[in-house]
């Protein structure tokens, strides 16, 4: 069993192979918090965890008992106003003003398997037995309203996952104005914080404070995830490092506006908040409707961050995304994009795949510029018909030239988007989010379609579906150019227009869900300014995302090593661009560009047509190099090693290893040259320490041990010869791949 229950103790004990987490009903009949952490073997009482007793100058939830006070008692789903003065986990306006709940333990149920979120994306089971859950539900009789608290236990990937549903069954309206997914109260605040921030072009740059006392809290009010802040953060212990020590992780499910944040109070008690974001939120619930809040996701690892990414990558690549590509691995692609932006007609087009194919590409995906009187990126989103300008037989002539070449044909969409000057906005003006008579800001020159509104995502849908119906498209990548600003919308009333930035998202999956359902073979890249939206939600319904707009190699170590805390390699688009890099400017070697982009959706994104024979010669090899060993890259167990975030900054180290530890590559990037530098080792990871390894190019036999413990000596002359590695230059990079003997 990974969910026992203790009828005397009224005690909930889950567990997973490796993590016990425990909550109690308390004396006032609503849930408290015991622990969460290592596992701990089963008993009969939990009790002694519970903090009670007098404590000067706090205040006491019953008249005359100087003993219960919910400020020093540890909650499962703190409520607002009696006794705690922490931030609580939800908060329901009444039709007299008040905001005062009672919501009090109702009766459990404990199940195999893993209900669906209506409307929303979560994780998943195959099979009823591969996870236990249990429903706990809280009644206010006042209001006549339900809490429904959601745990579903994943024993063998180590993780618990969290959500909430809110019932009305009352006679008057209700206002949900706070309504958190997650809830952890910690026995002290002897914390880091690792958070995954940046901005555009510099997505989740890995971040870490040590807590103190107060809120600290990131979040996104941009109507996306945003690559300000991704939905995710980590507690670990200050000792914590990527092999070893204790830490917790959060991921929230979700793709719109949300708040984490840890509250550390006077009593060192860490209180791990996460879900929809409050600011500018209300949901009205009327008599018989529900609300349900998105997924959170918590792994805890004893082993070290890799421990707790790795928990992530195995369930996110096999019980959050779907479909048919979920555990295929992903063909090699060009897209135009960097190598023609809008400047392309057909014959352009042909000749860039005909000689992308001969080169060993397998997909050509079509970029921005396909469509309407799209020259510019000042016209034509929500067009989605073929500028014959440009491509004379369609997108449908195009599409099957190219698959004639025994190549798949990708194209890109925006589809959440609206330019002013195109048919859609001519014919509906009002289907874009906005304010009467307010200022509408613009971003890209477009606007954000109302996705709340079903009409709008029927016509969108419409417009999709009938070119992936007419032509061979088998890869779409969905971008989304733009934050969300003056949010309204012309087809809610008053008292709910605080609901359309959730409605928006909401639409977004309708969107997401019905075109993956229709077009199950088609694989869907989500991509959004590239890693605006990288987040749980969209991996749901598109198995990859687009990591980010800078493709210089030397930015994507820190983007693709940030990334991969909560994300699998096999979700990263990474190419291989022209150089000088269009972002940064700077000139890496195409051997350095390709060792990055190879942890990943590996790619090339840039005009083959204007490379050299020397360079295509080197990008065959490549190419023949990535096939080899793709289903390594993309589904090995992933090791962070050396840390582009560490103080020096200048060396980078990951690796992959096989399920069964045969096979592994480790990649060493440096970032500088520097003169007369210190010795140099590689210590790997994962292999198996009593078995014997061969580095492919390079003589000698080593032991996995020895290769963990000691290390690649980097210094030594039969490395130095066969590696050029007494070449000084920067960028520069290298690539080891390790057979078991």
Known sequence: ??????????????????????????????????????KVRHKDSFQHLLVTGHRSNITYLKEGDMNFSLEQTKQEYPSYGTTDFREPAFQILQENGSRITDFKYKNHRIFKGKPKLEGLPATYTEQDDEVETIEITLYDELIQAEIILLY??????????????????????????RAMSANVDFFDSNYEMVQLSGAWVKERHVKTRKLETGIQQISSTRGTS???????????????????????????????????????????????????????????????????????????????LNGMSQTYH???????????????????????????????NEEKILNMAKQSKELGVELFVLDDGWFGKRDDDTTSLGDWFVDYNKLPNGITGL??????????????????????????????????????????SHGRNQYVLDFSRKEVVDAIFDMMAKLLHDAPISYVKWDMNRYI????????????????AHRYILGVYDLYERLTSVFPDVLFESCASGGCRFDPGMLYYAPQAWTSDDTDAMERLKIQYGTSFVYPVSSMGAHVSAVPNHQVGRVT???????????????????????SETEKAEMIDQITFFKQHRELFQFGTFYRINSPFSEDGNRTTWMVVSKDQSKAIVADYQVLAKPNPGFSRLLLKGLDEASSYEIEGYPGIYHGDELMEIGIQLDHERFKAHANFDIVEDFNSKIFVLNKQ
């Open 589 to 611: 070697s195409l051997e350095t560009r390709a060792n990055v982009a190879y942890f990943g959706a590996f790619g090339y994104e840039l005009d083959v047509t204007k490379m």
């Open 1 to 38: 069993m990974t969910i026992i229950y203790n009828d005397q103790t009224r005690e909930f004990h889950l567990q997973t192979n490796n993590a016990s987490y425990i909550m109690t009903i308390l004396e006032n009949e609503q849930l408290g918090h015991l622990y969460y952490g290592k």
């Open 399 to 440: 599409a099957e030239k190219i698959t004639a070449l025994d190549m798949d044909f990708g194209l890109w969409f925006e589809p959440e988007m609206v330019c002013k000057v195109s048919e859609l906005y001519e014919a509906h003006p009002d289907w874009i989010i906005h304010v009467p008579n307010r200022n509408r």
């Open 226 to 304: 945003s690559s300000q802040h991704n939905p995710f953060l980590a507690l670990k212990r200050p000792e914590t490092t990527e092999s070893q020590g204790e830490v917790y992780g959060f991921s929230f499910v979700y793709s719109g506006n949300f708040l984490a944040q840890v509250e550390v109070d006077y009593l060192d008690v860490s209180r791990v908040s996460m879900g929809l974001h409050p600011f500018d939120f209300n949901w009205l619930l009327e008599k018989g409707e529900s609300f349900q809040t998105p997924e959170v996701v918590m792994v805890y690892s004893n082993e070290g």
């Open 314 to 344: 195995k369930l996110y690549q096999s019980r959050l995304a779907r479909g048919t590509w979920r555990d295929q691995v992903r063909p090699v692609l060009t897209n135009n994009w960097e190598g023609t932006y809008f400047d392309f």
């Open 152 to 177: 579903s236990v994943f024993k063998e990937h180590d993780a618990i996952t969290r959500s909430v549903q809110f019932v009305n069954h009352g006679e008057e309206n209700l206002n949900l104005l």
């Open 485 to 500: 600003t003056e949010i309204g919308s012309a087809a809610l009333p008053a008292e709910r227009q605080r609901e359309v």
